[in-house]
């Protein structure tokens, strides 16, 4: 598709334009139309030094140091630049439908050393496990067809906060303290209603909804929330709910007077019947429509504190599927008490929109590529990537529902494909390039195919006769050998021809495993009668003198095992090796003139 007919061009240019009002320099218009377009179109790693190379590549040194001033050095405000980029691409996203919902979720960046701000051991979403990484929070605004991050802030360790010289050389802002996440969450969702957003629903996941202190916060500001929850949480049963607060003061009941307790969300949804659960689908998925078995019930959550008060009535939402050994998903939501059960279903699975955010902004835009260390570098390039991601999601909102998949790209520079500028990555990762193996493949070649079928079972014709398969598989004069490569076959063929030997195949064993299994053979043993069996692949094959193959029934691999004609002879055990006899002692050399002198009678 022609970008200039098409105007993907020229929209681009007038959106940089409104971005680069808040920029407050006008020497910062340049390198960041440059930088957006690097990241929308530059193939691969998306840091400073690539961008440089490809958006100018006569002078790659200056535009790198331009760059890099831009991301890492220039003061311009992250928040002021991503308000602009919610003030443009909102109006698209909510041409069909309004917003649906405000989701919470966190991303992770992996770590090797310790000096990026705010790295340290914790958990990383992207290893699923404990690791060094850095941790930023972020809230999107979420449609049925689109979402957007309009919030991000990177979330500093505690260690972090109380180390000055830490503080100090990453350029942390004096005015950050230590938040938790759900704090910071929190902070968020306030500047967000503050700016007069507002959505059906607050969404986040068990890390956030199990914190009754962010499900509070989420109530203060007016808006009701579906937040995930573990399975430990507590809760009380329908009709049940703790004693009044006086009552607890006074003397305990007698024992035979049984008071409720509180269950986790997990033990109450294995009691409840099998009428309770009610098959849901929810969106159509790229294979079929998604559904799953859900049931809710009105509970009461249980107060963290001993002494807390009761909660009002909240809906729990349970997931769990069919065939699985226990639910998969459990979650508390205020929403209205009259609201269907479809429509909750919907709301609870809409936070799979900012999980496909990070996907394609790490992915597409190069969210994770960012190789500085210090405060502002890290959330510049997080809103150039974010500025440039909104974009996309403007251009996808004029796509017709039945239009063409061809994708629009911003325009490149026309280069050479063997062209390097000065200052720029190598063009192949290792030294040489015809050393490099890592070769992209080629568009519409699977990867599978550039590699060259290695075969590893030799059959014979149904048709073979003994005499071919001697001459294939020849039997050496030695008592047995094993040949575990070409040139060991080489010589085991060459030295074997004449031999009047023939391997046999057990058809039984052969017939047993018609398909090829994993590597696995053992060394073979001899025994009586000149016959050695040993496990090959997919069939034990005998080696008997004078006695043909089957026809049709012979497969070798690359390990051969040859014996000889003769019966083998047990070999006689050494006294050493025997468990009962004493150990031998070694002769000891004497003189010639002591053997003469013990020889002779006294």
């Known amino acids: 598709m022609d970008l200039q007919d098409s105007g993907t061009e020229a929209r681009f240019e007038a959106y940089a334009v409104e971005l680069a009002s808040v920029l407050g320099h006008a020497d910062r218009v340049k390198p960041f139309h440059d930088y957006c ?128 010289a830490r503080r100090a050389k990453a350029d942390v802002p004096e005015e950050i303290e230590f938040r938790t996440k759900p704090e910071i969450a929190l902070q968020q969702l306030h500047e967000a209603c503050a700016a007069g957003l507002s959505a059906i629903a607050v969404l986040a996941d068990s890390a956030y909804g199990n914190d009754s202190k962010f499900r509070a916060g989420i109530t203060a500001e007016g808006l009701p929330y579906v937040v995930g929850v573990f399975s430990s949480m507590r809760i009380w049963r329908p009709g049940e709910a703790p004693p009044p607060r006086a009552e607890r003061t006074r003397r305990r009941r007698k024992s035979d007077e049984k008071r409720p307790e509180p269950v986790t969300v997990e033990k109450f949804a294995k009691e409840l019947p099998a009428d309770a659960w009610q098959t849901i689908a929810w969106r159509e998925g790229s294979n079929e429509v998604l559904t799953s078995r859900f049931a809710r019930q009105r509970v009461r959550p249980a107060p963290q504190a001993a002494r807390g008060d009761p909660a009002p009535e909240e809906w729990l939402l349970i997931e769990w599927p069919e065939g699985a050994a226990e639910p998969d998903h459990y979650w508390l939501s205020t929403l209205p008490a009259d609201i269907s059960f479809e429509r909750m279903v919907d709301l609870a699975k809409l936070r799979w929109r900012i999980e496909r955010d990070y996907l394609e902004l790490k992915e597409e835009v190069g969210l994770d590529h960012f ?20 974009f996309l999601v ?107 030997a023939r391997p046999v195949v057990n058809s039984q064993e052969v017939n047993s495993s018609p398909s090829p299994q994993p590597w696995s053979a053992s060394r073979p043993k001899p025994t009586r009668g000149g016959k050695v069996s040993f496990a090959v692949a997919t069939s034990i094959v005998s080696f008997r003198a004078g006695r043909p193959p089957a026809d049709g029934q012979l497969a070798m691999t690359g390990l051969v095992i040859a014996s000889s004609n003769a019966p083998t002879r047990r070999r006689r055990r050494s006294p050493r090796a025997h468990p009962t006899l004493p150990r031998r002692a070694a002769p000891r050399s004497i003189s010639p003139s002591a053997r003469r002198a013990r020889s002779c009678p006294p």
């Not at 999107?140 to 180390?163: M, R």
């Not at 890592?438 to 075969?455: I, K, N, Q, Y």
């Open 37 to 164: 377009v690097g990241l929308l179109a530059a193939e691969g790693r998306k840091s400073v030094e690539p961008l440089a190379a490809l958006t100018a590549p006569e002078r790659t040194a200056a535009q790198h140091q331009s760059l890099l001033h831009l991301v890492g050095e220039a003061p311009w405000r992250d928040a002021a630049m991503l308000t602009r980029v919610r003030e443009l691409v909102l109006p698209a996203m909510t041409r069909a439908e309004p917003i649906q919902a405000f989701i919470f979720d966190d991303t992770s960046y992996p770590k090797k050393g310790t000096h990026s701000v705010g790295v340290t051991r914790q958990y990383c979403g992207v290893r699923g496990k404990q690791d060094n990484c850095q941790v930023a929070v972020s809230l999107s605004v979420a449609t049925h067809y689109a979402s957007l991050p309009i919030a991000y802030q990177l979330y500093l360790p505690e260690e972090w906060v109380g180390d000055a």
């Open 371 to 390: 190789e500085g260390r210090r405060w502002r570098g890290f959330h510049h390039h997080a809103s150039l990537c974010i500025a440039a991601y909104g």
């Open 394 to 500: 403007s251009e996808r909102e004029t796509f017709p529902p039945s239009g063409g998949a061809k994708a629009r790209r911003v325009r490149r520079s026309d280069l050479p494909g063997d062209y390097r500028p000065r200052g720029a990555a190598a063009a192949y990762p290792a030294p040489r390039a015809e050393l490099h193996r890592d070769v992209a493949a080629a568009l519409g070649e699977s990867v599978g195919t550039r590699f060259a079928p290695m075969p590893v079972l030799w059959p014979t014709t149904p048709k073979a006769s003994s005499t071919a398969v001697n001459d294939t598989v020849g039997l050496t004069r030695k008592k047995w050998k094993i040949c575990s490569g070409p040139r060991q076959l080489k010589k085991i063929l060459l030295s074997s021809r004449g031999s009047a």
